[in-house]
């Protein structure tokens, strides 16, 4: 992450100048600093994490090795992944006969996003996509709009440009609307806004996409008064870096 801003306002009695600490977000918790996470994706060990308890994970001595017993990413993933199921599993199990996105939805979730993770460590594209729709779809008429949007962003990586657009689109859409939460400046709407300027670049229409550019750029600017200012560096960054990639014609490298 950029470094965090400090801001300073003025006491009203003694007119000192106070630091305010920047604000904590749920997407900046992540995994603790050992080795076994050292090659992951942040956001891998972020939600891993979030679906066990303490006791739980004190009880996986692989995720406390040391450089010398540490074993290869693909099979560090695979037990990721395999741990996940496994909690799935017993959740089913404790709720049968109910499906568990209707026992326990936000374990459901929980598992369901942390799998994509671990399947995406592991490269296995087809699993990240089924994962991804049975959690979209598991609410009737209700879609779940995280899936919706890593859908986006893996269509798009894909080159399955026109339905990562129309994915995008929708979820962009909802999220700008939520402003008690997310709203135009969040780093998961830059996020998302970020894979719609790439899918409607690579569709050939790059006048379209260079106004979204410019409107992004308008809403970095904006961050510095909203409660995301310590994002601001980082996200102005990585747009910059995504305009560079698609004008040299090449994957863009993104950080949410």
């Not at 090659?39 to 004190?58: M, Y």
């Not at 406390?64 to 741990?83: K, W």
């Not at 859409?173 to 969040?186: I, K, M, N, T, Y």
């Amino acid at each position: 992450m950029a470094a965090e801003h400090q801001i300073h306002q003025k006491d009203t009695i003694s007119e000192q100048k106070e630091e305010v600490e920047p604000a904590t977000f749920a997407w900046d918790l992540g995994a603790p600093d050992t080795p076994f996470w050292s090659d992951f994706k942040f956001t891998t060990g972020r939600n891993f994490v979030a679906c066990f308890t303490q006791d739980e994970l004190q009880r996986m001595p692989q995720l406390s090795c040391t450089l010398e017993n540490l074993s290869s990413h693909a099979d560090r993933a695979q037990f990721l992944d395999h741990q996940l199921r496994q909690k799935q599993a017993a959740l089913e199990r404790l709720h049968a006969p109910a499906p568990l996105s209707q026992a326990d939805y936000p374990s459901f979730q929980s598992l369901a996003v942390a799998r994509v993770s671990a399947l995406e460590e592991m490269q296995d594209w087809l699993g990240m996509e089924s994962t991804l729709i049975e959690l979209r779809d598991a609410v009737p008429g209700k879609p779940n709009l995280s899936a919706i949007n890593m859908l986006g962003r893996l269509w798009e990586s894909q080159g399955k440009y026109a339905e990562a657009e129309t994915s995008l689109r929708q979820v962009l859409a909802a999220f700008e609307a939520r402003a008690d939460v997310l709203g135009p400046c969040a780093p998961p709407t830059m996020g998302s806004r970020r894979g719609l300027i790439c899918a409607v670049w690579r569709q050939g229409r790059v006048e379209e996409a260079e106004a979204l550019v410019g409107r992004a750029r308008e809403l970095i600017e904006q961050m510095g008064e909203t409660k995301f200012r310590k994002y601001q560096a980082e996200e102005r960054e990585m747009l910059e870096e995504t305009v560079r990639a698609l004008r040299e014609d090449r994957p863009a490298v993104d950080g949410h």
